[in-house]
């Protein structure tokens, strides 16, 4: 079975900055996670889902929300089967809980149980 886990959520204040990982585990193949899109998303209790940012099986193209363009990048290190989140000059408004999707080429997604980051002075 496919698991996903996210770490490297904490508090930090404004400015800041915060780099998340998620690794995903359990091919029956090697290599399999070059196969997979990889996708960050955050919650908040009570609040849509929002894409934050996603990135392609190879790395070649990757997608983000206006609200973290410039700030946050996305990549990926297939040989580690992990992707990141490099989350720079974070704001109050980016507290919200992280989580990772890892989506097969036939589109089953998997999920991880997320991990929080709380921007705060």
């Known amino acids: 079975q496919v698991q996903v886990v996210e770490s490297g959520g904490g508090l930090v204040q404004p400015g800041g900055s915060l780099r998340l990982s998620c690794v995903v585990s359990g091919f029956i193949f090697k290599n399999y996670f070059s196969t997979y899109a990889m996708t960050w998303y955050r919650q908040a209790p009570g609040k849509e889902r929002e894409l934050v940012a996603g990135i392609t099986s190879t790395g070649g193209s990757t997608n983000y929300a206006d609200s973290v363009k410039g700030r946050f990048t996305i990549s990926r290190d297939n040989a580690k089967n992990t992707v990141y989140l490099q989350m720079n000059n974070l704001k109050p408004e980016d507290t919200d809980v992280y989580c990772c999707?890892?989506?097969?080429?036939?589109?089953?997604?998997?999920w991880g149980q997320g991990t929080q980051v709380t921007v705060s002075s």
């Open positions: 999707n890892a989506k097969t080429p036939g589109g089953i997604g998997f």
